[in-house]
C-alpha cells in the first residue's frame, strides 16, 4: 500500500505537469489577469500548456523507450536522462517563447515559466555529474512561485467560488500544502530509492533558486 502511495504521487505531482499546476492556481488566484472572469475562460490556454509542457514531452520520452534510447520510461539511469531532458528542454524554450510574445499573458505567468526553464537547464547540467530530482525540482520551483506570490505580489488571500459556496482561501494555507506537497513528493522518492538524499534537497534548491533568478531578470 505505501508503495502505491508513493508511485501514485510521483505521478500525481509529475515534474513535468508543474506548469499546469502553476497556470491552475493562477487563475484561481486572480483570472483578470489573463482578461477572463473565471478559470472556465481560459480552457484553451490550460490545454495549450498541458500540451506543450506534459503530453508531448511525454510522449517523446515514451517514444524514445519504444525506439529503445532509453533502457526506462522512469529513467533510473542518470544517463538516460540525458536525451529526454534536451527533447523537454527544446519544447520548453519554445513554450516560453510562444506565450512570451503572445498577447494578453501576464508577465507573472511569463516569469514563472522563464523560472522553469532555468530550473531545468541547470539540472541538466548537474544531471551530468548527479542524478538530480526532477521531481522535487519541480515541487521546488511551485514553491518558489508561493513564495514570490506572497511576499512580491503581497496576496494574502483569494476568492474561490464552488459548488458548495463561496470562501475565501489564504495564502498561507496554500503555502502550507505547497510545504506538505514537497515533503510527501520527497518522502515517497526516498521510498521507492529512486534518489539518495541530497539529490532530493537538490532539485529543492535548483527548483527554488530558478524562479528567484527568473523574478530577478523580470523585476
Known amino acids: 500500500m505505501l508503495r502505491f502511495t508513493a508511485k501514485a504521487l510521483s505521478v500525481i505531482f509529475h515534474p513535468l505537469l508543474m506548469v499546469t499546476y502553476m497556470l491552475v492556481l493562477l487563475l484561481l488566484i486572480n483570472p483578470y489577469m489573463f482578461g477572463v472572469s473565471n478559470i472556465e475562460d481560459q480552457w484553451l490556454m490550460l490545454i495549450q500548456v498541458f500540451l506543450s509542457t506534459f503530453f508531448i514531452p511525454m510522449l517523446a520520452v515514451v517514444m524514445m523507450y519504444a525506439l529503445e534510447f532509453i533502457k526506462s520510461i522512469e529513467m533510473h539511469d542518470r544517463m538516460d536522462r540525458v536525451v529526454p531532458y534536451i527533447s523537454t528542454s527544446t519544447f520548453y524554450v519554445a513554450s516560453y517563447y510562444y506565450y512570451l510574445k503572445t498577447p494578453g499573458i501576464p508577465v507573472a505567468f511569463q516569469m514563472f515559466m522563464l523560472g522553469v526553464v532555468i530550473s531545468l537547464f541547470i539540472a541538466f547540467f548537474i544531471n ?70 541530497s539529490d532530493l534537497w537538490g532539485g529543492y534548491v535548483v527548483g527554488l533558486f530558478g524562479q528567484v533568478l527568473a523574478f530577478n531578470l523580470v523585476f
Do not use: Y
Not at 503581497?154 to 467560488?161: A, K, R, T, V
Not at 459556496?165 to 506537497?181: D, P
Open 128 to 197: 551530468n555529474f548527479s542524478k538530480i530530482s526532477m521531481h522535487t525540482t519541480g515541487v521546488g520551483g511551485f514553491l518558489g512561485m508561493i513564495l514570490i506570490t506572497i511576499f512580491h505580489f503581497q496576496l494574502s488571500d483569494f476568492p474561490l467560488e464552488t459548488t458548495f459556496g463561496f470562501f475565501r482561501i489564504k495564502m498561507t494555507t496554500v503555502l502550507f500544502l505547497t510545504l506538505l506537497m514537497c515533503g510527501l513528493v520527497g518522502s515517497s522518492r526516498l521510498f521507492l530509492s529512486a534518489h539518495h538524499p
